[in-house]
């Protein structure tokens, strides 16, 4: 699967998806993450790093 298709797949944009990668986005949205892992199959917790 291209990152073209899986952004679609998680209904973002293809630009907001490599931003992510890239490591350009440094605060995402809560709603781009929840979609990302909606498509993966996952928690959003399992792509969320969360300090205590």
């Known amino acids: 699967m291209t990152q073209l298709d899986f952004a679609a797949k998680a209904q973002v944009t293809y ?27 996952v928690k959003i917790e399992d792509l969320v790093f969360l300090s205590h």
């Not at 986005?25 to 990302?36: A, E, G, H, Q, S």
């Open 15 to 41: 630009y907001a998806l490599t931003k992510l990668e890239s490591g350009q986005t440094r605060d995402p949205r809560v709603m781009t993450v929840l979609k990302i892992a909606r498509a993966l199959d």
